[in-house]
């Protein structure tokens, strides 16, 4: 091959740009032909080595990279003054808890401050209308329009300072963010009111908080609030502020019982008109009065101060720092009601980086629409919705063939988080799990699920599918939303991670279910600035949930890992969440069924992992029998207990008492399982005082319990 040949030929094949001057040419004609030969042979030798080397640099340089997590993963957290059964963050120098990250956020005014100086004229809020692309509100009119908002207030009669309290009643969107931000430019607080709370409840808590205006995005809404201001059941109600328009019919009732309407618009421009100047709160002032909607008796109202939400968002922070820091660029979805303290940690951080908030629709059948169209990089979620992406990718995957490829693909991407890689861009995230990927957008960084306990199976498996960081945490209201947190780097599933940095956690002794703190187990405590300062003018239950020496009582039992994370493992009272988030008390449901006429004793059982509830009835031998009759089945007890339609019948009854009695339809058995032999003492499914034995009950009718959860129809 002539020089200059080979020259073109390593131009086209490989695209290099070699240079064939007149100086090569003069000198081919005097080459000897072995000259040529062996500088070709050595020429093509050191370009295939060179190719080899370049592909061996790419390699490396693209190669995955494991995260790096902030601590030792097998240490995650410290035993406090050499207690084992106390413990704390591994990330704190000493036992000194985290009030703040940053030196200029010490309220959750400062923390939408520091965002809007690092984006300004950037967006923030964002909405859109069925089929349309996001529109946003930027930090500056944010806080302009909050700033015109709490000034209108203030003309409205609301006093500056932390005894003012404005209730929102209002689904998620920027409006509900301006009103809460134009309370906190004026140290007054929010009490959130929500629909599940029921009438009797809000009137509750309007009369308690001593609320006279209200905020709400509905006519409808506002309707509701004064029916109760007519029947003279909320006697300080005066103002109803309403987001969108409504009749001029609702104005002139309101007029008739002494309650003023304005439009939103019109009381900014009330503040336009009387425009104030900022008084910001302070971290031991109150922010929110978060009422949680309980199971038994009225709502509490637990009291969140500014110093609360900072130490809480800024642990997340901590967490979060140096291996998956939030950015100015990051898109959170906000659907999750914003009237509970775990979507409004979420906001603040967001908000305290300068990142965007996109709102959905409203409704829920649209949330899929809303994620692909927002593109989110941070997916706050409950493992009820998880449960059912879950089931949703399993249930398309219908060939074998495909079957066989999802498990594989997920086992090898299982294979790489486990030595802590996380990526979207795998052969098999290109093969298998693109366009799963693209369903939320395709943008997904990290995901946060709280509320309930997420089956590892299922955290496992999303994980992989969705290339993202899933981080899990625990919490409830009384502590602001969280008291642990998973670690960056530790993708290991059935534990809620290690203590926040804001916490100290603790186990302590539950003799009567046979847990002790000696044994890493008991009931969880949690102590720190996190915790909240109690409930509005209710001692008696503040006692109840704070001690002396300021330990909040969850009511959960937990277990210390051997690597420092805690695991859920019971409920000391007998209340649980089912996967959706609502809180179930067993015990009063059992005493509405037990007015059926053919239930001699019923246990009623839900799990966190499930969304519906399940019963074990014993039957009334003295009435059952011809119960049976009189719906022409016939037989003797036990018989009649394996008969399905008994059963179905047995369940309507139950239902129809239910639905009298006033029970939600979550609080309804979706499936039960008839058994003959009564509870007793001497069986010990009871107590010497006749109280059922819970939790021996439960592992008694574990393998019915499960039958009854495997029928995916209910």
């Known amino acids: 091959m002539h020089f200059s040949d080979w020259l073109r030929s390593l131009r086209s094949n490989v695209g290099l740009k070699v240079s064939e001057s007149q100086e090569d040419r003069s000198l081919l004609p005097s080459a ?6 062996s500088l070709y042979l050595s020429s093509s030798s050191l370009l295939g080595l060179g190719a080899l080397a370049s592909l061996t640099a790419y390699w490396l340089v693209t190669r995955p990279r494991p995260m790096r997590p902030p601590c030792d993963l097998q240490a995650q957290s410290i035993a406090v003054n050499g207690d084992p059964t106390c413990r704390r963050s591994a990330l704190l120098q000493d036992d000194t808890l985290l009030e703040f990250y940053f030196d200029d ?6 923390m939408f401050q520091r965002g809007l100086r690092i984006a300004g004229n950037g967006p923030c809020l964002g909405f859109r209308k069925p089929k349309q692309p996001y529109q946003w509100i930027s930090y500056t009119e944010v806080a302009e329009q909050a700033h015109l908002l709490g000034s209108g207030l ?3 009669g609301c006093k500056p300072n932390p005894q003012q309290f404005v209730g929102i009643f209002a689904q998620n969107r920027p409006e509900w963010i301006i009103t809460e931000l134009a309370c906190y430019t004026y140290s007054m607080v929010v009490v959130p009111l929500y629909d599940t709370l029921g009438l009797e409840a809000m009137v509750h808590i309007l009369n308690l908080a001593e609320i006279s205006l209200v905020v709400c995005d509905l006519e409808e809404k506002a309707v509701s609030l004064l029916e109760n201001k007519e029947n003279g059941n909320a006697p300080k109600l005066s103002c109803l502020v309403v987001f969108n328009d409504f009749s001029k019919a609702f104005l002139e009732r309101a007029r008739s019982c002494q309650v003023e309407v304005l439009k939103l618009a019109q009381l900014m421009e009330l503040g336009r008109q009387n425009l104030k100047d900022p008084v910001p709160p302070q971290p031991q002032d109150l922010a929110v009065v978060c009422f949680t909607s309980g199971t038994t008796g009225k709502p509490k109202g637990a009291m969140i101060t500014h110093g609360n939400i900072v130490s809480n968002t800024s642990s997340v922070i901590k967490i979060l720092e140096g291996s998956m820091d939030i950015r100015q660029e990051d898109i959170s979805i906000s659907y999750l009601p914003l009237a509970h303290m775990f979507e409004r940690m979420i906001q603040v951080s967001m908000f305290c980086h300068g990142a965007r908030v996109g709102f959905y629709q409203g409704d829920i ?8 169209t927002l593109k989110p990089t941070f997916f706050p979620v409950v493992p009820r919705l998880l449960n059912r992406i879950y089931d949703k990718i399993l249930g398309s995957v219908t060939s074998p063939l495909r079957r066989v490829l999802l498990r594989y693909a997920v086992k090898r991407k299982q ?3 486990s030595s802590g890689v996380v990526r979207n861009n795998s052969l098999w995230d290109k093969l298998v799990f693109n366009q799963i990927q693209a369903t939320f957008g395709g943008n997904l960084r990290f995901a946060l699920t709280a509320s309930a306990p997420i089956s590892p199976t299922v955290l496992s498996f999303l994980r992989a599918t969705l290339g993202c960081l899933i981080f899990e945490g625990y919490g409830q209201t009384e502590c602001t939303a969280g008291c642990t947190f998973s670690m960056p780097g530790d993708w290991s599933a059935g534990h809620v991670g290690a203590p926040l940095p804001c916490s100290t ?11 002790y703190a000696k044994n890493g187990e008991g009931e969880i405590c949690i102590r720190g600035p996190c915790v909240f300062r109690g409930y509005l003018k209710d001692p008696e239950r503040t006692a109840e949930a704070l001690d002396s020496d300021g330990w909040l009582h969850s009511g959960d039992v937990g277990q210390w890992l051997p690597n420092g994370t805690l695991r859920i493992i019971d409920r000391k009272k007998h209340i649980f969440k089912l996967s959706q988030g609502e809180y179930i008390a067993p015990e009063k449901i059992e005493n509405v069924y037990m007015r059926c006429v053919p239930v001699l004793q019923i246990f009623v059982h839900g799990d966190s992992l499930q969304s519906y509830l399940v019963g074990i009835v014993v039957p009334d031998p003295e009435v059952f029998i011809d119960w049976a009759k009189e719906r022409g089945v016939v037989g003797c007890v036990e018989e009649l207990c394996q008969n399905p339609d008994v059963k179905a019948a047995v ?3 139950m239902k129809a008492v239910g639905k009298k009695a006033g029970l939600k339809s979550f609080e309804q058995v979706k499936d039960l399982y008839l058994h003959p032999e009564t509870f007793s003492i001497a069986n010990g499914l009871l107590t010497p005082t006749l109280k059922s034995r819970r939790t021996d009950i439960r592992r008694v009718f574990q393998e019915q319990i499960e039958a009854m959860y495997s029928k995916t129809t209910l």
Not at 105 to 110: I, P
Not at 365 to 372: F, G, T
Request: no cysteine; glycine share 0%.
């Open 105 to 110: 956020t010490r309220t959750a005014y400062d």
């Open 505 to 515: 956690v603790k186990v302590v002794d539950i003799p009567d279910m046979n847990y």
């Open 32 to 37: 000897p032909s072995s000259l040529l030969s």
């Open 365 to 372: 059948s649209l949330l899929m629409d809303d994620i692909k």
């Open 154 to 156: 203030l003309a409205k």
């Open 415 to 417: 294979a790489e988080l």
């Open 651 to 653: 369940l309507e009854d």
